[in-house]
């Protein structure tokens, strides 16, 4: 019964999506290009994504760089926003999201080149003007494995993390 | 009818209390380690050379002043250094005994404690000069957890090296060798480690002690980088110091909302 209510209720919201994008749409611009931080993996990223109906599929890419320190996470997302372009203003419309995504980091602690991988689930809220600007903030949770790596005698190893995330970004939709 | 910003405000709430420590402080204590569990070198009935050193592990009130050489019941004239042991998180200390004459061969030298003997070794001149370095087999650098979800770790550099019947001690890079170092970093039998240290570069320099108390020239640098601490309560892989960029992107907009209104 608990299965039955909780498969409904996602149909409800992935409906209730639908029907907000199919009344929204024409004023879409697909492409989204932007400032990210977040997800666990920095402060600096640049994000680009595509809009698919009430979905984008997209990827961040952050730098990783300090403390002898070189490299970048790589974060293809998945966001879904549960209430599309729900306009509240002349000036601005908003929606609240639910994103995934997958971590690979890729980096080097002084020449040692480690990877390890990772997920984040933000639930976020997007506020879109009419400038094409779309500002958004969300809190998640993420969990990234150990990244390690090995160069003759030297094996580098960076702890695991497990933990909450604020996520924020600034996007312009071409 | 649930709003929008109520499931965002619940969100936060929930994120909120998961970045909270669950576990407390005393769940996670940990004893501090021996840092100097490593038999006496030279070892109980070695042969040791001339010109050898007493390393002797400190425990307990023990000092310097309790510990002489004695031949054949006569104090061997010997200067006492005291070596401390900081591997970041604790310190201990070790004791040299380093006679002022090369001693007699054949002779067969007891190292005593407040009068009671603890070990004997003999005086021969088959022994080898301890010339090479240690051969290091692999260094592990172990970057930190702060905690938060579960207990923290300290950032730890960990040298394994051959022969591993050898003390290991780690230096930093500036310490002296060519004297006795007055600071190790870390001291093992076939292992050494060093705690908590910053994360970025690290520069070690890297000696052994062989059963007959030699200490052996240092390995090349060892130039090692400890990867930056993460957590289980941060906000990003920074801190919230990073939304600042995007608090200031924020102000135009907040004032032409309220130009607005």
């Known amino acids: 019964m608990r ?23 024409a004023a879409d611009h697909n492409v989204a290009i932007g400032y990210v931080r977040g997800q666990g993996l920095g402060n600096f990223g640049v994000s680009a994504a595509y809009t698919i109906g009430p979905l984008e599929l997209g990827s961040a890419l952050f730098a990783r760089v300090g403390d002898g320190e070189r490299g970048v996470a790589i974060a293809p997302m998945l966001r879904l926003n549960v209430a599309h372009l729900r306009r509240t203003s002349t000036t601005f419309a908003s929606t609240a999201y ?72 600034l996007r312009y939709r071409l | 009818m649930i709003k929008q910003y109520q499931i965002f405000v619940g969100a936060v709430a929930v994120a909120a209390a998961l970045a909270a420590p669950m576990r407390s402080a ?32 400190l425990t307990g009130k023990e000092s310097a002043a309790d510990l002489g050489l004695f031949n054949s019941g006569i104090a061997v004239p ?28 054949g002779a067969s030298i007891e190292l005593q404690r407040s009068g009671v003997r603890i070990s004997q070794f003999t005086v021969t001149d088959a022994v080898p000069a301890a010339t090479t370095p240690p051969s290091v087999d692999r260094i592990d650098v172990d970057g930190a957890y702060f905690g938060g979800l579960s207990c923290p770790s300290d950032s730890r550099v960990t040298v394994y ?12 890079h500036d310490a002296t060798t060519a004297t006795l170092p007055t600071v190790i ?21 890297i000696v052994s002690i062989d059963s ?31 939304l600042t960029p995007l608090i200031v992107a924020l102000v135009p907009f907040a004032r032409a909302r309220r130009r607005n209104a």
């Open chain 2, 26 to 57: 005393d769940a996670c204590s940990q004893a501090a380690p021996d840092l100097v569990a490593f038999p006496l070198q030279p070892a109980n009935g070695a042969n040791a050379p001339a010109n050898t050193r007493v390393w002797i592990p």
């Open chain 2, 161 to 172: 090296a051959q022969p591993a019947d050898r003390l290991v001690l780690v230096l930093d």
């Open chain 1, 3 to 25: 299965r039955a209510l909780t498969f409904l209720s996602l149909c409800l919201v992935v409906a209730s999506a639908l029907i907000a994008h199919v009344a929204t749409a």
């Open chain 1, 98 to 169: 639910v994103e995934v995504a997958p971590q690979v980091v890729l980096t080097s602690f002084g020449g040692v080149t480690a990877s390890g991988t990772g997920l984040s689930a933000t639930v976020g809220y997007e506020l879109r003007f009419a400038n094409r600007l779309a500002l958004f903030v969300g809190l998640g949770l993420h969990s990234r494995g150990v990244v390690a790596g090995r160069d003759g005698e030297l094996n580098v190893t960076q702890a695991s993390e497990f933990g909450p995330h604020i996520d924020a970004g």
């Open chain 2, 212 to 242: 007959a108390g030699q200490l052996s020239p240092p390995t090349a640098l060892r130039e090692v980088t400890v990867p930056a601490e993460t957590s289980g309560c941060n906000s990003g892989n920074g801190s919230i110091g990073g």
């Open chain 2, 78 to 105: 010997s200067e006492a250094t005291t070596i401390m042991v900081d591997n970041g998180n604790y310190t201990a200390a070790l004791v040299v005994l380093s006679p002022r004459q090369a001693l007699p061969i």
């Open chain 2, 185 to 205: 970093r870390g001291i093992g039998l076939g292992n050494a480690a060093v705690l908590d240290v910053d994360a970025g570069t690290q520069k070690f320099d």
